[in-house]
Every structure is written in structure tokens, then in C-alpha cells.
């Protein structure tokens, strides 16, 4: 069984570009969750697709987006990237509660 | 809101106990978890223990749950070198499908 994988592993951006940030779910797990931890900090909610569809959100603004594929595996899209988007993205898939994480992205923009 | 807190740093020798705590203020939770992060790495989910419990025993790991005064604790007993990394207690409210951390608490094991 595989686990959760994202890519890149790391990533480094300019101010005012834009992001992807990939994350396949676990086998037989039909939600994915994401999470951006700063440096120092712990992980903080930023949305998560059920089924292809979002399925709640954290305080965080629409330039921040996302998508889930019919294989249930997603992307977090940031537009306008900012300095304090720099942080590690963290994934995580579920099938009924228990939230397996993924190795996560570093970002770092400049 | 939520509010979940840690102490920042820990450090115990190699073979003592390790006890971790963290305080939370919304009394919805549901399921209360930790996670140990190591460094460069993803968060591995090590227990949770569901909220109408008080104790939840694994191995090494012990969760105390005092829902009265909305606290948690993890003992780690015969604490090793390979314990060390930052803790992180995390809640589910209800209702709610999302996980909410504390700041994390890292952990230095001294041999």
C-alpha cells in the first residue's frame, strides 16, 4: 500500500508568481485535507476536497485554491505568491476520520 | 474559537519519562491526537484518544485526558534518542472536519 506523496519536494518562487503543489492520497482514501505550517509553528487548516468537492475551509484567502482528480489525488494552487506564503504544505488523506500526512513542500519565496 | 497550547521546549535524559502537555479550550472536541515531526519531515500520527475517554495506553505511550480542566498529556516511558523531535497535540471539534495543532513541543533527548 502506498502512502501519501506530494511534489516537489522543494520549491523556490519569486514574489507575484504563481504555485502548484501536488498530493496523491493514499489507496482506498477519498479525502484530502491541506495544512501550511510556517517555520516554528504548528500546521493550519487550509481546505479540504471530498470527493471533488471542497469541504471546508480555514482562514485563508481565495488566492489560495484548490482541486481534487476523479483518483481522489489534488492540487493547492497560489496565486500572487507573498513572502509569508513561505512554509512547508502539507497534505494529508483520509477515508473515515484518521488523517495520514504526506512528507510536505517547502516553499520558499523571495 | 479553538485554542490549543503547548509548552515550546523539553528536555529529558535518555531512559527517564517524558511527559508532554497541552491545554485546549473548546469543549466540542471530539477526538484529541499527537503527531511527532521530525526534522525535514511530515507529521506521523503516533495516538489519539477519543474525548469520553480518560487514558489510552500503547507501548511506550501513555494519553491522559482531563476533559473537566481540558487537558492532555503523552507520557513517553524509557524516553530514547529517537524520541526526539516536535510533539504536537491536535483536536477535531464536532461538527468540524478539519484538524487544529498546537504549537508543537519540541523534545531533546540527551544520552
Known amino acids: 500500500e502506498t502512502g501519501v506523496t506530494q511534489s516537489p519536494t522543494h520549491l523556490i518562487k519569486t514574489r507575484g508568481q504563481q504555485v502548484t503543489l501536488r498530493c496523491s492520497s493514499q489507496?482506498?482514501?477519498?479525502?484530502v485535507s491541506w495544512y501550511q505550517q510556517a517555520l516554528g509553528q504548528g500546521p493550519q487548516f487550509i481546505f479540504q476536497?471530498?470527493?471533488?468537492?471542497?469541504?471546508g475551509r480555514g482562514n485563508f484567502p481565495p488566492r489560495f485554491s484548490g482541486l481534487q482528480f476523479p483518483n481522489y489525488s489534488s492540487e493547492l494552487n497560489v496565486n500572487a505568491l507573498e513572502l509569508d506564503d513561505s512554509a512547508l504544505y502539507l497534505c494529508?488523506?483520509?477515508?473515515?476520520?484518521?488523517?495520514?500526512f504526506g512528507p510536505g513542500t517547502r516553499l520558499t519565496v523571495l | 474559537g479553538e485554542d490549543v497550547e503547548q509548552s515550546l521546549f523539553l528536555s529529558v535524559r535518555e531512559g527517564d519519562s517524558s511527559v508532554i502537555n497541552c491545554t485546549y479550550t473548546?469543549?466540542?472536541?471530539?477526538?484529541l491526537y499527537w503527531y511527532k515531526q521530525e526534522p525535514g519531515a511530515g507529521l506521523q500520527l503516533l495516538t489519539y484518544?477519543?474525548?469520553?475517554?480518560d487514558m489510552k495506553q500503547d507501548q511506550r505511550l501513555t494519553v491522559l485526558l482531563n476533559k473537566k480542566d481540558k487537558h492532555l498529556s503523552l507520557r513517553i516511558a524509557d524516553t530514547q534518542t529517537g524520541d526526539s523531535a516536535i510533539y504536537f497535540c491536535?483536536?477535531?471539534?464536532?461538527?468540524?472536519?478539519?484538524?487544529?495543532f498546537g504549537t508543537g513541543t519540541r523534545l531533546t533527548v540527551i544520552p
Open positions: 473548546d469543549s466540542s472536541s471530539t477526538y
Open positions: 489507496s482506498g482514501h477519498n479525502t
Open positions: 491536535a483536536e477535531i471539534t464536532t461538527g468540524a472536519n478539519n484538524l487544529f
Open positions: 476536497y471530498y470527493r471533488e468537492e471542497e469541504n
Open positions: 494529508a488523506s483520509s477515508f473515515t476520520g484518521e488523517q495520514f
Open positions: 484518544i477519543f474525548s469520553n475517554m
